[in-house]
C-alpha cells in the first residue's frame, strides 16, 4: 500500500549518479530532484548473476551518498550492465577494448540489466529492483566499429555502446523497455517512488 505519510520535502529526489543521461531521463519527467555523483566502489564477486550484480550495484551507489541526505529526500541509484552469453561488458578500458566488445556484439542478441535502488533515510524504507531488455546489434564491418569508437561515444558507456546516441545506428532491434538500456528504466522508478509517496505523474501540471 503506498505510503502518503511523507512530508512535501520527500518530493526532492537525490539522483546517486554522475550519468548525464540519467539526469536527461529523470529531467525529462519533470522530477524535483538534485545530483549527488557516487563514489561507490563498482567490484562484484565474478559468480554474482547479473541481477544481483546491477541490483547491488544500485544499491551501493545509494547507500553511499545516503547519509548526506539525513531528512526526507529519497536517494536513486542504478546501475547498467550488458551481458552476452555468460559473459559481463561493462564500460571499455580504452579504444582496444571498446571494438573487442562490439566486435563481439556484432550480429548478436545481448541483454542489457539496469537495476535500481530507492532508498529513505528517516523511515529506513528501501526497494530495490531491475528490469531487462534484449537487444540484437547488426551485423558490423570492422571499418564500421573502428568509426563508431573513434567518435569517443562508446568510451563511458556498459557495453560501448549508447543506444540514444550514434549507437542507436548499430542496434537492430530491441525486445522490452528502452530506457532500461538508456540506463535508468522511468516505468519502473515511477512505481517504486510511488512506494515513497512520490507521483511524479500527478506532481505535473
Same mark, same amino acid.
Given at each position: 500500500m503506498t505510503n502518503h505519510s511523507y512530508n512535501r520535502h520527500a518530493r526532492q529526489i537525490i539522483l546517486a549518479s554522475a550519468s548525464p543521461r540519467r539526469r536527461e531521463l529523470l529531467a525529462s519527467l519533470g522530477a524535483d530532484f538534485i545530483v549527488e555523483p557516487s563514489e561507490a566502489s563498482e567490484e562484484v564477486p565474478a559468480d554474482w548473476t547479473p @541481477?544481483?550484480?546491477? %541490483? #547491488? &550495484?544500485?544499491?551501493?551507489?545509494?547507500?553511499?551518498?545516503?547519509?548526506? $541526505?539525513? /531528512?526526507?529526500?529519497?536517494?536513486?541509484?542504478?546501475?547498467?550492465?550488458? +551481458?552476452? *552469453?555468460?559473459?559481463?561488458?561493462?564500460?571499455?578500458?580504452?579504444?582496444?577494448?571498446?571494438?573487442?566488445?562490439? *566486435?563481439?556484439?556484432?550480429?548478436? #542478441? =545481448? &541483454?542489457? $540489466?539496469?537495476?535500481?535502488?530507492?532508498? =529513505?533515510?528517516?523511515? /529506513?524504507?528501501? @526497494?530495490?529492483? =531491475?528490469? !531487462?531488455?534484449? +537487444?540484437?546489434?547488426k551485423d558490423l564491418t570492422e571499418q564500421r566499429i573502428e568509426d563508431y569508437v573513434k567518435s569517443g561515444e562508446p568510451m563511458?558507456?556498459?557495453?560501448? $555502446?549508447?543506444?540514444?546516441?550514434? /549507437?542507436? &545506428? &548499430?542496434? %537492430?532491434?530491441? #525486445?522490452?523497455? $528502452? !530506457?532500461?538500456?538508456? /540506463?535508468?528504466?522511468?516505468s519502473l522508478l515511477g512505481e517504486m517512488l510511488e512506494g515513497f509517496g512520490i507521483d511524479l505523474l500527478s506532481s505535473n501540471p
Open positions: @541481477e544481483r550484480i546491477v %541490483e #547491488e &550495484l544500485a544499491l551501493r551507489k545509494a547507500q553511499s551518498v545516503l547519509d548526506r $541526505y539525513p /531528512g526526507e529526500g529519497v536517494v536513486v541509484g542504478s546501475d547498467t550492465i550488458v +551481458v552476452l *552469453g555468460g559473459s559481463v561488458l561493462g564500460k571499455p578500458e580504452d579504444e582496444q577494448d571498446a571494438i573487442r566488445m562490439l *566486435g563481439m556484439l556484432q550480429g548478436r #542478441e =545481448h &541483454l542489457v $540489466y539496469t537495476g535500481v535502488a530507492c532508498l =529513505h533515510q528517516a523511515s /529506513g524504507r528501501r @526497494e530495490v529492483r =531491475h528490469r !531487462f531488455t534484449r +537487444v540484437r546489434m563511458d558507456k556498459a557495453g560501448a $555502446y549508447a543506444i540514444q546516441g550514434l /549507437g542507436a &545506428l &548499430l542496434v %537492430e532491434s530491441i #525486445e522490452g523497455d $528502452y !530506457f532500461t538500456v538508456v /540506463g535508468l528504466p522511468l
